[in-house]
């Protein structure tokens, strides 16, 4: 689904898990020059005990928060020094 919604040099985050074996179009990304990036999880029970004991802080990282209906306006906050930008539905 994603290179079917990803424009011709754009990127794909894989942003998950896969166990198995992935049937992938490689012909196509190599035409459209697309960038897939592999992004792993860390270990969660460390990060949650931080999260839960305040000494990280997390909501000075939120750049910007849009309606659903302003979703463009968020998007084009990239590469303008936006950390997370949130979406409302």
């Known amino acids: 689904m994603a290179k079917r919604l990803v ?5 794909i985050v ?3 898990t896969y166990h198995g074996i992935a049937d992938v179009d490689y012909f196509s990304i ?3 020059e697309i960038g897939v990036v592999g992004s ?6 460390p990060a ?3 999260l ?8 000075p990282l939120i750049t910007g928060r ?3 209906e302003e979703r463009l306006e968020a ?3 990239e590469g303008k020094g936006a950390i997370k930008v949130l979406l409302n539905p």
């Not at 792993?40 to 029970?45: A, K, N, T």
């Not at 839960?52 to 909501?59: A, M």
Request: net charge positive; charged share 20%; hydrophobic share 40%.
């Open 7 to 11: 424009k011709p040099a754009g990127i």
């Open 14 to 16: 894989a942003k998950s």
């Open 30 to 32: 190599v035409v459209d």
């Open 40 to 45: 792993g999880c860390g270990p969660f029970p």
């Open 48 to 50: 949650l005990r931080l």
């Open 52 to 59: 839960s004991q305040g000494l990280v802080k997390v909501k």
């Open 66 to 68: 849009y309606p659903l």
């Open 75 to 77: 998007f084009s906050q």
